[in-house]
């Protein structure tokens, strides 16, 4: 349950109740508390004194508990975060469903992306004092340190002696103690670039002991790595997951990290307002039909065409189909459709994409321009720029999705830490024609035949939704199908998988991909045998000998056995 102590506020674009409409929300009812299966962003007034504003689901944190924070698009749709919500949440410690009145109203993507990071930082300081209230209590106890942070001295095969990490793990978590006990303001901007120094220097402390030395030539990335799994056991970096623009935000944020260098008074040098704190403690950061890669295109084939794909739909296909598919040989009937498709995208550049264009309208949304293929805003903080080491960037994409063209959406792959996954499952004309409000065929006839000599067309709100535009909406509500997705790429691409499992990526995806093979190979036990290129990278995985259980070496190890 949340308290409150406001009323809603009633600017939200989505309001606080499910179902409720946006025109009736200014009749909503004061309220001193806010049902969580009823409620869905945590964007009320008067709630800074509450110190957990998330929906948690499992409550008992373990080492590695990644919190997920939801960043949702410009047309903000309640349904999709709902159903991402209601899939993550018991499925994830701590996850967080916030409203970004800048990402609606397409104000500045910098400014997008540092509300983002200062939301992800707090989520970030809310879950490291939660485990900070444990971790207090065995700091000075050096068994159970081992058993929370799952030391394990065997998964080394006694290479190193682990009672030398143990050893700095007490005045590891009074640092992060510290840390949090900053000022609310400066933590905001700096809790994430203040974890990642005590995470380096702690690597360098690594370095000058043994560990490591079983592997000289990478014993740094080795040292690297083990911190990092011990300040993800006191400071969970996060999950990411944005939706269209969100996803786009959620990009430039990670890309553009603060530098970890302080003053001499202990305020972070990098004040740029292009660069994002939060940027340093993100594991991974997936993107649900965004233009990561390039930026899109206002008249992208998917809105160029959308009016003839909604006359086609609606009228010219069932024809053929009443034709028995013979219409479709005529010569004439084609000429027809190409000369209608012509006069109909005519009429939707002049019409639905060069408003778009209108100087007004890209001053009152400035994200718009910003967000154009090769913007000068792309170019500089976008364009070339890739998830940084020990970072992973997800991008996943459904076919029928026009609403922006794929090469904007798909990332490229020679970088290593980037992975584009494909939704499959279908999105069948029945489900369009649910979301499609009735039409009859004489109003059917009638825009048919205006398109087709270029005039425009009125339809009710909801006649034109098509197929091409609608995936871009429907995707997000269907969640499941991206973990199947998500898993059906790894057990059916053996390169896909391979790629994953790099050391660059992040700990927590390589271990996430490692589980995925594990569950196949309890169900079939020669799974890995026609695929030497997957179990050669396993097998360099599990070399790295991280004595860490909750490791990708150890899960690597639990495959082999």
């Keep these: 349950m949340l308290y409150t102590q406001g009323k809603i506020d009633t600017g939200l674009a989505f309001n606080a109740y499910k179902g409720v409409k946006r025109e009736h929300s200014k009749t909503l009812p004061s309220l001193k508390s806010l049902d969580k299966d009823k409620c869905c962003f945590s964007g009320i007034k008067n709630i800074s004194h509450i110190n957990n504003v998330s929906f948690s689901g499992n409550k008992q944190l373990t080492a590695h508990d990644n919190p997920y924070v939801l960043v ?3 047309i903000v749709k309640e349904d999709s975060m709902f159903s991402l919500r209601d899939f993550l949440q018991p499925k994830v410690p701590n996850l967080d469903v916030q409203y970004y009145p800048n990402i609606t109203n397409g104000k500045k993507m910098e400014d997008c992306g540092r509300d983002v990071s200062r939301n992800v930082n707090r989520v970030r300081i809310d879950t490291t004092k939660e485990k900070l209230n444990d971790l207090k209590k065995i700091k000075d106890n050096p068994e159970k340190l081992r058993a929370h942070f799952g030391i394990n001295q065997g998964l080394c095969q006694n290479k190193c002696d682990t009672e030398q990490i143990v050893r700095l793990l007490p005045d590891v978590i009074t640092e992060i103690e510290g840390i949090t006990k900053r000022g609310k303001k400066d933590l905001q901007d700096s809790f994430s670039t203040r974890v990642k120094a005590v995470e380096l220097k702690l690597a360098d402390q690594l370095q000058q002991t043994d560990f490591g030395n079983w592997d000289k030539a990478n014993k740094e990335n080795i040292c690297k790595k083990a911190a990092a799994a011990i300040l993800d056991g006191i400071a969970p970096k996060a999950v990411l997951v944005g939706l269209s623009m969100g996803g786009l935000v959620a990009h430039i944020m990670a890309v553009n990290p603060k530098e970890v260098a302080f003053d001499e008074k202990g305020q972070l040098k990098d004040q740029s307002k292009f660069t994002y704190d939060a940027a340093n403690g993100i594991a991974i950061y997936s993107s649900l039909g965004a233009p990561v890669e390039n ?5 992208s084939a998917g809105m160029k065409e959308a009016r003839f794909d909604w006359c086609d739909e609606t009228m010219l296909r069932p024809i ?16 027809g459709k190409a000369i209608f498709k012509y006069n109909a995208i005519d009429f939707s550049l002049k019409n639905d994409i060069k408003p778009l264009s209108d100087p007004a309208h890209l001053k009152e949304k400035p994200a718009l321009v910003q967000m154009t293929r090769n913007s000068d805003f ?7 720029k890739h998830a940084p080491a020990g970072v992973s960037n997800l991008s996943y994409y459904h076919p029928d999705d026009k609403f922006m063209d794929i090469d904007c959406v798909k990332l490229n792959e020679d970088h290593a830490n980037n992975h584009n996954i494909r939704v499959n499952f279908d999105i069948t004309d029945e489900v369009v024609n649910k979301a499609r409000s009735d039409l009859s065929v004489g109003e059917a006839m009638i825009a048919t035949m205006k398109m087709l000599y270029g005039l425009g067309i009125n339809l009710k709100k909801g006649q034109e939704m098509i197929k091409s535009l609608y995936a871009h909406e429907v995707v997000p509500l269907e969640p499941q199908e991206f973990l199947k997705s998500f898993e059906n790429t790894i057990l059916t691409d ?6 994953m499992l790099e050391e660059s990526n992040s700990d927590t995806l390589r271990c996430q991909c490692l589980d995925v093979i594990y569950n196949q190979v309890q169900k079939d036990p020669a799974y ?9 990278k396993i097998k360099q995985v599990c070399a790295e000998n ?3 259980e909750s490791s990708p070496s150890y899960k690597a190890a639990q495959i082999l056995k």
């Excluded at 930026?295 to 008249?299: E, K, N, P, V």
């Excluded at 053929?320 to 000429?335: H, T």
């Excluded at 792309?378 to 070339?384: M, P, S």
């Excluded at 053996?494 to 790629?499: E, P, Y």
């Design 378 to 384: 792309l170019k500089e903080y976008v364009i070339g």
């Design 295 to 299: 930026g899109t295109d206002m008249d």
């Design 72 to 74: 949702h698009g410009t």
């Design 546 to 548: 991280i004595p860490f």
């Design 494 to 499: 053996s390169r896909a998988a391979a790629r």
């Design 528 to 536: 890995l045998n026609d695929k030497p290129e997957l179990l050669a």
């Design 320 to 335: 053929e189909k009443f034709w028995g598919g013979l219409l479709s040989l005529c010569p004439p009937w084609l000429v």
